[in-house]
């Protein structure tokens, strides 16, 4: 089992890759990005791994609402 917080960093990389994966479309839709699904994909995932890294590492340095 996951820890609360590993957990919480991995939800938090999964919502930063799919906010690309959402900007990306709403860009082809819009205009022409004239790019490919798999290094979509790719970006999204170095995303992903990015925001689940800094929240993993940030999070005793944010300040939270409940405390």
Excluded: C
Excluded at 10 to 35: I, M, N, P, R
């Amino acid at each position: 089992m996951l820890a609360p917080a590993t957990k919480s960093s991995l939800l938090w990389g999964l919502v930063g890759g799919l906010a690309f994966l959402v900007l990306a479309q709403g860009y082809e839709l819009l205009g022409d990005l004239g790019v490919g699904f798999g290094p979509k994909v790719a970006v999204a995932l170095v995303v992903g791994v990015a925001a689940a890294g800094t929240t993993h590492l940030t999070r005793d340095r944010l300040p939270t609402g409940g405390r």
